[in-house]
């Protein structure tokens, strides 16, 4: 049995890894879980957080943002649908910063309610972002 498991990402725009990795870390929606080879097989709604990627058991981690979406996993592959996904490497703190400013205003203005939970909905989702970049 090969200790690696072929990972795959894809969002609306495009599949962002192919590949084969030692162990995907993914935040399901009961919480995070790791899958390596040989793992059961399940089917995981997501939340919105980072999916990390390990090539090899001592390598780097790739770690990529997704806002939510669902996993379908076997003993052999794991494929991610990610509803909205980005390589952590590219957010950029200044930029998630002003648009959360910009965002808290705009609720401010908003009257109606299905504004308010559209643009709130908006500011977790840039402050997870934010939390994704700096750990904080």
Known sequence: MSNQINFELVSPEARLVSQAVHLAEIPGEEGMFGV??????????????VVKLHKTKDGEE???????????????????LAEEAIDVKDLNVESLEQYLKDLNEDLDLASESADKKRIKNRIEITKAKITAVTGR
Do not use: P
């Not at 979406?69 to 052999?76: K, L, Q, S, Y």
């Open 36 to 49: 390596m080879a040989g793992h059961c097989a399940l089917v995981s709604l997501l939340k919105c957080g």
């Open 62 to 80: 790739q770690r990529i943002f997704i806002t939510g979406g669902f996993a379908d996993v076997t003993g052999e592959s794991c494929t991610v």
